[in-house]
């Protein structure tokens, strides 16, 4: 059976490239970066490597580069590391209802530490407005943590602008960008932003799972979330992943080899998408921007569970998610829907798709052939009869 | 480490006994495998199970699981002799000795040619425990602790412990019956209590692909896992129902269509039944729960079938069902939160009193014996080993 895979925003296949630089760390440079040896030194090359290429792409310094497990302990480590590091100079915390999971989960948590923080609303297309953001400052806010590009929906956020306005009323306070979706897709470039820490991780440009960075500017420090050797300049303890930094580093380089081409194409196939969507299938609506993200596209398709078109479509070979868990027993619809103000039943009704650079034209005319029908079957099985 | 294991209402069972001991036995034997080093000796409507000092503790936990056992001991063997047994009995003490303990010595004597009377062997190692551990006290009337001496003809038991078992029959004695297995919480418990009955298990499940996940499928095959542990490997009827359910959404009306599921589901597993020599299915209904479990409904339901349909839970309340769930270890698995047949397709509105000549008509737009042998055709057959350990 065919396969087509539009789940990109969950994770990516792993390229060939990355899979074999892996491959021959795993076998052949195994050693530990801190040792003394010739393999140690190799598989402190390596890295050194991988992390002057990352900190190019991104246009930061390798000091600035701090490798982590993934984009979840990226992102907790920018939003923990700050508030714990700082908590002298202020406990005031700003960020946006629509995060992932990773950073919202994070601010919770400080909040049982006795941290406040600012959960700003975002409008229909799930964009925060910036000026609400500077509103919210605090002379004792100590962070603002915004994500670049909206996961579920493939929102844009004005980070630049954020940045600019922030660090113009308040320079102390620090910037923290969640760019785990845009890295490899939009230019990612914490300079510009004026940001201070930037997640990116590596297994959705097709690197590996288990591997992503912290940038982090320079001179801002951090309070680490586990302690041991020196690694990472002490803010991340732990023998180096080599393998997952090697594969991350062949990644990176490819996604940002055809970066601008791949994004045209992709912004091509989700127009066509959804352009043939509402043509096709009636009762539709696009959720997020027109402009948005060009790897995401969020259909409320009335009247069906989400869930059951992913499984119908998976037996076509089809592979979509819902923008999070929802499930029968204990609803759980997506919050970032729900703070762009959809209904329940809406957002129950919603699937994502998601687009890679790997993904054709020909993969888009399959996924319209095999769509309508499964959703007429839908609306026809589950629907209320009258 | 010796425990000796006792059976209750099985030692009853006159001619029978037999049987119901060798499958007790083999019951025993099977729940300790993965153990090495144990023996079981059955002697005198008891057993005495032998297992590695190092791992007694998992052992007890495994024999706690084997229906028929109504309680354990962990014992200490003497010699038939005062010096022997007094040594023993005061080794038992040592552990849980503490100032101010009331305890005594009660004695039984199946050895009559054991010297000393019962009495007497109380009463001296009774004051042989007072004279080597100070400040306990005899108390015949009101003990914190009973040391037990049983002296039997081929040796002397000592022992303080009772550890409760979960009683019941050993699972093989009465006979097969078929569990239709949802994936909620009560299914798992009802065939659970139809084990503790002697029942030996098979389970079908019903399953509705694409509109169920295969992660429900998994979880069933979890529950077999967890369920197997006190019975042995489940027989695991997996039924692609798919196409029941899309005739009854095309062609039934929808208030009727959770009774005429149910209906459907009877049929297909009283055929699986008599294929597999099943003598009844196993529900985890209780009245009242749900529209399908009024009385009305189930008196629809099981109107398709002959063959008798045990319902262990049809009057626990939920509560009662839940607690027992826990404490088997299904409801941890039972609440994973994937949608099965029942509530994919339930109707805002199903009815609660469905009358028989309303569903009989609903029927006639189906062709049942077609569907029913489809799915017969279509059902995959897995037998779950019991889960490791634990």
């Given amino acids: 059976m065919r396969q087509i895979y539009l789940d990109n925003s969950a994770t990516t296949p792993v390229r060939p490239e990355a899979a074999d630089a892996m491959r021959e760390v795993l076998l052949s440079d ?49 939003v923990k590391g700050v508030a714990r590091r700082h908590r002298k100079r202020g406990k005031h ?18 909040e049982t530490e006795g941290f406040e923080v600012d959960y700003l609303p975002v409008d229909r297309e799930g964009l925060v407005s910036p000026a609400e953001v500077i509103a919210a400052l605090r002379e004792d806010t100590l962070l603002v943590s915004v994500m670049h590009i ?79 050797g020196d690694q990472e300049q002490g803010i991340r303890p732990g023998t180096e992943n080599t393998a997952g930094i090697a594969g991350f580093a062949v990644a990176c380089r490819l996604a940002l080899r055809d970066r601008e081409e791949n ?48 499984r119908f479509l998976a037996e076509e070979g089809i592979y979509v998610s819902t923008g999070s868990a929802c499930h029968s027993r204990r609803p759980e619809p997506s919050h970032v829907l729900l703070a762009m103000g959809l209904s329940a039943e809406e957002v129950g009704a919603s699937v994502r798709f998601s687009f890679s650079a790997l993904t054709g034209r020909e993969d888009i005319e399959y996924t319209l052939e095999k769509l309508e029908p499964a959703v007429a079957a839908l609306r026809r099985m589950t629907g209320r009869k009258k | 480490m010796i425990y000796l294991v006792r059976y209750g209402e099985i030692g009853l069972k ?53 229906f028929g056992i109504v309680s354990l001991s962990p014992v200490t063997v003497a ?86 078992g979960p009683g019941g029959l050993p699972v093989g004695v009465s006979g097969k019956g078929l569990l239709l297995l949802s994936g909620g919480i009560d299914s798992p418990v009802a065939g659970w209590l139809a084990m503790k009955r002697g029942v030996t298990l098979e389970a079908v499940h019903f399953y509705s692909p694409p509109f169920t996940s295969e992660r429900a499928r998994d979880k069933v095959i979890d529950l077999c896992r967890r369920l197997a542990v006190f019975g042995g490997p489940i027989r695991l009827h997996l039924v692609r129902f798919t196409e029941v359910q899309k005739e009854l959404q095309e062609k039934t009306p929808e208030k009727l269509s959770v009774t005429l599921m149910r209906r459907m589901m009877f049929r297909i597993a009283e055929q699986l039944s008599a294929k597999r020599s099943a003598l009844a299915l196993i529900t985890g209904e209780s009245l009242g729960q ?56 339930l109707p805002p509105h199903p009815a609660i009193k469905p009358r028989p000549e309303a569903v009989e008509e609903a029927e006639k737009a189906l062709d049942i014996p077609a569907l029913v042998r489809d799915c017969l055709e279509k059902t995959e057959e897995l037998v779950i080993d019991p889960e490791n350990g634990s």
Wanted: charged share 25%.
């Fill in chain 1, 150 to 228: 909206n996961n579920e929906v493939g929102s844009v956020m004005p980070v630049a602008e954020i940045g600019r306005l922030l660090k113009e009323k308040n320079p102390q306070t620090v910037f923290h960008v969640d760019a785990v979706q845009s890295f490899g897709k939009l230019p990612v470039d914490p300079r510009k932003w004026q940001a201070d820490l930037v997640s990116i991780s590596a297994h959705k440009i097709h690197g590996p799972k288990g591997s992503g960075a912290l940038l982090c500017r320079e001179g801002l420090l951090l309070e680490p979330l586990f302690h041991g």
């Fill in chain 2, 79 to 164: 010699g038939p002799d005062m010096a022997a047994i007094k040594d023993a009995a005061l080794a038992e003490f040592s552990v849980l000795a503490r100032p101010g303990l009331r305890f005594k010595v009660n004695t039984r004597r199946a050895n009559k040619r054991f010297p000393l009377a019962s009495q007497q062997v109380s009463a001296e190692v009774g004051a042989h425990i007072l004279r080597s551990i100070p400040g306990l006290k005899v108390d015949v009337h009101n003990p914190e602790t009973v040391l037990d001496v049983e002296i039997r003809d081929e040796a002397v038991y000592i022992y303080t412990q009772r550890i409760p």
């Fill in chain 2, 290 to 345: 749900v529209a399908s479990q009024t009385m009305e409904s189930i008196a629809v339901i099981e109107q398709v079938v002959s063959i008798p349909v045990y319902r262990p839970l049809i009057t626990y309340d939920k509560q009662e069902i839940t607690e027992l769930s826990r404490s088997i270890g299904t409801y941890p698995i039972s609440i994973r939160p994937y949608e099965d047949c029942c509530t994919v397709f």
């Fill in chain 1, 30 to 78: 195994y050693g530990n970066p801190s040792s003394f040896h010739s393999l140690g030194i190799k598989a402190e090359r390596i890295i050194k490597e991988a992390r002057r290429q990352l900190a190019a792409a991104c246009g930061v310094n390798e000091a600035e580069v701090i490798f982590t497990s993934g984009g979840t302990e990226a992102n907790n480590l920018a």
């Fill in chain 2, 14 to 66: 006159g001619k029978n006994r037999r049987f119901f001991e060798n499958r007790l036995t083999e019951n025993i034997k099977k729940a300790l495998q993965g153990i090495p080093g144990c023996s079981i000796r059955q002697l005198h409507t008891r057993n005495y199970v032998e297992v590695p000092e190092e791992r007694a503790a998992e052992a007890l936990q495994r024999l706690q699981q084997v």
């Fill in chain 1, 93 to 110: 915390l700003i960020t946006t209802r629509v995060e992932h999971p990773s950073v919202l989960n994070a601010f919770r948590a400080l």
């Fill in chain 1, 263 to 310: 994004y045209r194409k992709m912004t091509g196939l989700k127009k066509y998408l959804a352009a043939e969507i509402k043509r096709q299938i009636k009762d539709t609506s696009v959720n997020g921007p027109e402009e948005g993200a060009a790897h995401i596209l969020n259909v409320t398709f009335a009247g069906i569970k989400g869930e059951l078109l992913v």
